[in-house]
């Protein structure tokens, strides 16, 4: 059974940092891109950063400068570390293997397996 797990979250003070994870299990996805998308309550749910198969780095706009993804294909694992965070980062943080070699990274409708995703709340 494929799985994607994540971790990591919780609840911390603004400007506090945090550090994702999301172990695969089931397959190896050194050959996929992986993403990390986020969905805050109300809200639609938004790209944060990908990272190809070869090291490929895409952020969306807003966490350029803050948000840092890496990969290590060893441990079929996927991180996000989230420096100088804010409250509008509050959101549940899923990862995410695309399932396709084309089409933009930033794209959810291209990603094939998901995590059950983990919360980060940042309190003002």
């Known amino acids: 059974q494929v799985q994607l797990v994540e971790s990591g979250g919780g609840l911390v003070q603004s400007g506090a940092s945090l550090r994702l994870s999301c172990a695969a299990s089931?397959?190896?996805?050194?050959?996929?891109?992986m993403g990390w998308f986020r969905q805050a309550p109300g809200k639609e749910r938004e790209f944060v950063a990908a990272?190809?198969?070869?090291?490929?780095?895409y952020y969306a706009d807003s966490m350029k400068g803050r948000f840092t993804i890496s990969r290590d294909n060893a441990k079929n694992t996927v991180y996000l570390q989230m420096n100088t965070l804010r409250p509008e980062d509050t959101a549940v943080y899923y990862c995410?293997?695309?399932?396709?070699?084309?089409?933009?990274?930033?794209?959810?409708?291209?990603?094939?397996?998901w995590g059950q995703g983990t919360q980060v709340t940042v309190s003002s």
């Open positions: 990272i190809s198969w070869s090291g490929g780095i």
């Open positions: 089931g397959r190896s996805f050194s050959g996929n891109t």
């Open positions: 995410a293997a695309k399932r396709v070699l084309y089409g933009m990274d930033n794209n959810g409708e291209l990603y094939g397996y």
